[in-house]
Nanobody, 125 residues
Framework: QVQLVESGGGLVQAGGSLRLSCAAS????????MGWFRQAPGKEREFVAT????????YYADYVKGRFTISRENAKKTVYLQMNSLKPEDPAVYYC??????????????????WGQGTQVSVSS
């Protein structure tokens, strides 16, 4: 089993920045990639970004590309999501997820095996 704990959410003004963290514990050697997803009230969960933990290759949703950066610190078993230029459409609960599949990191949430409890991101205009 793998446990994921997110932190770093909060309230920020539009145009501001936040950095989310996701710390993994347990059988972390089995994880191949980790991703961030978000879900706003009344909306479906959507992909934000994902990263191959071995190579550091990252993939982004078009609506965050250029504003968000996903990174990993393998020694700390932690993945980060640096969010800059936050917009009024970015507020949601942000979830970290881990995938054991040895393949190109997925944009589909169904591929992920483990999920964190989520952290709230709010943006004031």
């Amino acid at each position: 089993q793998v446990q994921l704990v997110e932190s770093g959410g909060g309230l920020v003004q539009a145009g501001g920045s936040l950095r989310l963290s996701c710390a993994a514990s347990g059988r972390t050697f089995s994880i191949y990639s980790m991703g961030w997803f978000r879900q706003a009230p009344g909306k479906e969960r959507e992909f934000v970004a994902t990263i191959n933990l071995r190579t550091g290759t990252a993939y982004y949703a078009d609506y965050v590309k250029g504003r968000f950066t996903i990174s990993r610190e393998n020694a700390k078993k932690t993945v980060y999501l640096q969010m800059n230029s936050l917009k009024p459409e970015d507020p949601a609960v942000y979830y970290c997820a881990a995938d054991r599949t040895v393949a190109t990191p997925a944009r589909e949430g169904e591929r992920y095996d483990y999920w964190g409890q989520g952290t709230q991101v709010s943006v004031s205009s």
